[in-house]
């Protein structure tokens, strides 16, 4: 993918997680989705077991699975159908993806010219905090803007 095309990407993804304002509402409920929706149905795990195929002592253990984050996607799919409910999968980031790539930039930027500041110094060649701060500024937009997996590599 090319970088700007990764960028806008990012901003996209960005838009589309910002609609879940409260993702706090859509964590797992402590006996999991599966048992408080069944539950708040009326339906008893062998008439669940009946509607999804499989026997009462299977229900229990996929409620047991999804409880402990054991169950597969497929299981929690199967379950949703049976249970007349979409099952709506996704990662939301904590903050937003563009402010954990620049916050990335800025690191990478920093521990480079911590590195050129160093080799200058020891020549007798010190930048001044004016100059210092330009040159990191051009940097971190050079990292941004092309902005791939090298951004992540550790220790570089």
Same mark, same amino acid.
Not at 93 to 97: D, K, S, V
């Given at each position: 993918?090319?970088?700007?095309?990764?960028?806008?990407a990012r901003?996209q993804?960005?838009?589309?997680?910002?609609? *879940? $304002?409260d993702?706090?509402?859509?964590a797992r409920?402590?006996r999991g989705? *599966?048992?408080?929706?069944?539950e708040?149905?009326g339906l008893?795990?062998a008439?669940?077991g009946?509607?999804?195929?499989? !026997?009462?002592?299977?229900?229990?253990? *996929?409620?047991?699975?999804?409880? =402990?984050?054991? *169950?597969?996607?497929? $299981?929690?799919?199967?379950?949703?159908?049976?249970?007349?409910?979409? @099952?709506?999968?996704?990662?939301v980031?904590?903050?937003?993806?563009e402010?954990?790539v620049?916050?990335?930039? =800025?690191?990478?930027?920093?521990?480079?010219?911590? $590195?050129?500041s160093h080799s200058?110094? @020891?020549e007798?060649?010190?930048?001044?905090s004016?100059? /210092?701060q /330009?040159?990191? /500024?051009?940097?971190?937009?050079?990292? @941004?803007e092309?902005?791939? !997996?090298?951004?992540?590599?550790?220790?570089?």
């Open positions: 993918m090319r970088p700007t095309d990764r960028a806008t901003r993804l960005d838009q589309r997680l910002n609609r *879940i $304002s993702a706090e509402a859509l409920p402590p989705w *599966i048992k408080a929706i069944r708040a149905l008893t795990t008439q669940l009946r509607r999804l195929g499989v !026997s009462q002592p299977r229900v229990v253990a *996929i409620e047991k699975a999804e409880r =402990e984050g054991a *169950i597969t996607l497929a $299981s929690l799919e199967r379950a949703a159908h049976a249970l007349d409910c979409r @099952l709506v999968y996704a990662l980031p904590r903050r937003p993806l402010d954990m620049r916050e990335r930039a =800025e690191l990478r930027a920093r521990q480079h010219l911590e $590195s050129a200058m110094a @020891l007798a060649q010190g930048v001044g004016a100059d /210092e /330009e040159q990191f /500024e051009r940097l971190v937009q050079r990292l @941004l092309r902005a791939g !997996s090298d951004l992540w590599e550790e220790g570089e």
